[in-house]
């Protein structure tokens, strides 16, 4: 289920999936609840959008600081997923930069490839404001633009566009500090020139020129762009891991961006129990299946033999970042901010579920259990958690039954409810929050009996799947919650979940079915 309340007035990224869980679309957006919202409220769609509307299951979500981010992300996310319902061009190439060559009189340029020496600087979305940027600095600046420098002067020079390094018109200190203050603006440090821009503008509205002064309004426009950090996408050598928590009642929840060479390309975001040394264990158990990245960017920092531990995975120094400030400050304040607005828009559902079920305490912890065959053949059963509001793949289990022969859903679910919680009671593990049956009041007072025996008390619901009705033991009639309210759609989510998980162990013991046996020889 897709629940529109969770999603921020932020600008991202939105990835749709299907009921495999495969992403399919990619999109951006300046307001990511607006204009996903708007996919299921329009019913006119095209046809192409229509179809994606059919399929879409699920969708995840990553919170950027601007739009240019969204941008930058949203190309990165199509080139890592190819979605199915993106337009993906195979010579897709990446944003184009502004190129000061390596040479003695360096010349500006634009380029996708970067592949020479000298100095890049963007990578810039908009290809308007790269030219306005671009013009603006080769005119202010009057670098050469020429491949190869000509024998005499081209008009170019004669118009003032450059300063003329071809027939000495210029000495080598003097163009290469040109070339040093062109760097600087288009790094963003161009306050002292927009100001004079601005001033220059002024003067020609003033004199009613404003044709003349609309161009350099979009010239400073372009200008300003520059001073906009973008933070999803930098120019780096090496692979970096940012990580960052928020340990609120007992739980931590906690997000990790995978930044490879500058470039954002993956969240990863777990829900855990908080201990006295979580993150030493994290770090541990997440990087002895996972290679280290070259930097660390955390919150706090490590002990030294943490640190030489990730060393000695990667076979390399793993160098461990806390910054107090600047562009690596913003990347660990941006995984904040996805903490912050994807789990705690979470924990919203979990009180409104508290609420409208009258439970003792927040639903942490809800497993689901489905039944799933084919006439009768192949039954599976299959439970999956949610943690914190959200799925914990980890710990979804999947059974085949064993003690029933042909359909019989209420035996299947008491098979699988007593084989889950004897195991939960005989290895003396936590018991969940709350335990929801996929089915009517037949497949939940079958799971209420099994759970009688073994003496367990867990709220326990279920969902019918027709009206989506929510029933409780020992009410004959529904709950009086309706399909379309937030804590129901937050059940049909993880009811749905569950229903995908046992279709797709469904689908896999057939397919072994399938498969014909070799006879022993």
């Known amino acids: 289920m897709i629940d529109l309340e969770a999603l921020p007035h932020l600008p991202g990224c939105y990835l749709f999936k299907n009921e495999e869980g495969t992403v399919i679309y990619v999109g951006k957006a300046k307001d990511l609840k607006k204009r996903v919202s708007s996919y299921f409220q329009k019913r006119d769609h095209d046809p192409k959008t229509a179809s994606l509307v059919q399929v879409v ?28 319902y993106n337009i993906v061009l195979k010579d897709s190439k990446r944003y184009a930069c502004i190129h000061l060559t390596d040479e003695k009189f360096p010349r500006i340029r634009i380029t996708r490839k970067k592949v020479d020496n000298g100095s890049f600087f963007g990578p810039f979305v ?13 005119k202010t600046f009057q670098l050469r633009t020429c491949k190869q420098m000509p024998k ?15 027939i000495g018109a210029i ?43 609309m161009a350099l309004r979009d010239e400073i426009a372009a200008l300003e762009y520059l001073q906009e950090k973008q933070n999803v996408e930098r120019q780096k050598k090496h692979n970096e891991d940012i990580l960052n928590y ?74 461990v970042t806390v910054p107090k400030q600047g562009e690596k400050k913003e990347l660990l304040d941006l995984a904040l901010k996805n903490v912050e607005i994807g789990f705690f828009g979470d924990r919203k559902k979990l009180e409104v579920l508290q609420s409208k079920l009258s439970l003792p305490k927040l639903p942490n912890v809800i497993e689901c259990f489905d039944i799933s065959h084919l006439s009768g053949t192949s039954t599976v059963g299959s439970m999956v958690q949610f943690r914190g509001g959200r799925p914990d793949k980890h710990n979804y289990r999947r059974f085949k039954i064993e003690s029933v022969e042909g ?22 593990h936590d018991l ?27 709220p326990l619901i279920s969902i019918a799947k027709r009206e989506e009705e929510i029933y409780v033991p020992g009410i004959k009639s529904p709950l009086p919650i309706k399909k379309d309210e937030k804590a129901s759609l937050f059940v049909q989510e993880i009811r749905d979940e569950a229903h995908r998980f046992a279709i797709s162990y469904n689908r896999l013991l057939r397919q072994k079915s399938l498969i014909p046996k070799i006879p022993d020889t």
Request: glycine letters at 4%; hydrophobic letters at 35%; a negative charge.
């Open 126 to 138: 908009s290809a308007k404001e790269r030219d306005y940027i671009f013009e603006v600095v080769r």
């Open 246 to 319: 928020i340990v609120r009642d007992d739980t931590v929840y906690l997000m990790l961006f995978k930044v490879y060479k500058g470039t954002l390309e993956d969240k990863q975001d777990y829900v855990f129990p908080f201990g006295e040394n979580f993150l030493e264990e994290f770090l541990v158990q997440y990087y002895s299946e996972n290679e280290p990245p070259e930097e660390l960017i955390l919150p706090e920092p490590l002990e030294e033999s943490l640190t030489d531990f990730l060393s000695h995975l990667k076979g390399v120094k793993v160098k």
């Open 171 to 213: 000495s080598t200190e003097d163009y290469a500090e040109k070339v040093k203050r062109a760097a600087s603006v288009l790094k963003g440090n161009s306050k002292e020139l927009i100001e004079s821009m601005e001033k220059e503008m002024r003067e020609l509205a003033s004199r009613q020129q404003f044709e003349q002064a």
């Open 432 to 458: 969940p929050d709350l335990i929801i049956i996929d089915g009517g009041k037949g497949q939940l007072s079958s799971a209420f009996q099994e759970l009688r025996k073994l003496k367990i008390r867990v």
């Open 57 to 84: 299951r699920s969708l995840d979500f990553i919170v950027t600081n601007t739009e240019v981010e969204a941008f930058l992300l949203e190309n990165t996310l199509i080139k890592k997923h190819w979605p199915r």
């Open 152 to 166: 005499r002067a081209c008009l170019r020079y004669h118009i003032a566009a450059c300063s003329g390094p071809c």
């Open 407 to 428: 359909i019989d859903d209420f035996a299947s679910i008491a098979e699988v409810v007593h084989r889950r919680y004897s195991r939960l009671l005989e290895d003396k």
